[in-house]
């Protein structure tokens, strides 16, 4: 059995999740905390990891997984032509293994302040920067010269590296 790629409807991932289990399919959901804040108010909630996306598992020769699409909750399910999208197994599993009591752990970049930092993917590849912080999103935080100015962007950990 593969792992398949089901597209929600907004902010929907939860009923997606409790309608596809109801019909038996075995649903994926990785979640983490975010923090958020409102009113001068910090507090955390618990948030898709990748928003309208969850996964599920099935096997398409034995199932009937056309049902998915009309789920309470789902757009579709990713799929080429008549056939869903298997991702690899090694997918999951990495995000699975980064789970503590039903929480995917996201560690931020651990960079100090005023370290000089080169950005490698983006529009912005090859520029070098100054490291800020890590913001609520866990995007870092950089301050590039550009065009005679320092420009503060935010920008994916994966996306800069040490210089």
Not at 144 to 161: D, K, N, S, Y
Request: proline share 7%; charged share 25%; with cysteine.
């Amino acid at each position: 059995m593969n792992w398949y790629v089901v597209y929600t409807q907004p902010h929907k991932e939860q009923v997606a999740l409790r309608n596809l289990a109801k019909q038996g399919f075995d649903a994926y959901l990785p979640r983490y905390q975010k923090q958020c804040r409102h009113a001068r108010r910090i507090y955390t909630v618990m948030t898709p990891l990748f928003p309208r996306y969850l996964f599920v598992r099935l096997d398409p020769e034995t199932q009937r997984w056309r049902s998915i699409n009309g789920t309470i909750g789902v757009s579709y399910l990713l799929s080429e032509g008549p056939d869903p999208i298997a991702i690899p197994n090694d997918v999951v599993d990495a995000i699975h293994g980064r789970e503590r009591e039903g929480i995917v752990q996201i560690a931020p970049p651990e960079f100090v302040k005023g370290q000089k930092l080169c950005i490698t993917d983006g529009p912005f590849a090859e520029l070098e920067g100054l490291f800020e912080c890590v913001d609520d999103e866990q995007r870092v935080v950089l301050l590039l010269e550009f065009m005679g100015r320092v420009v503060r962007t935010r920008l994916p950990g994966h996306a800069v590296t040490a210089a």
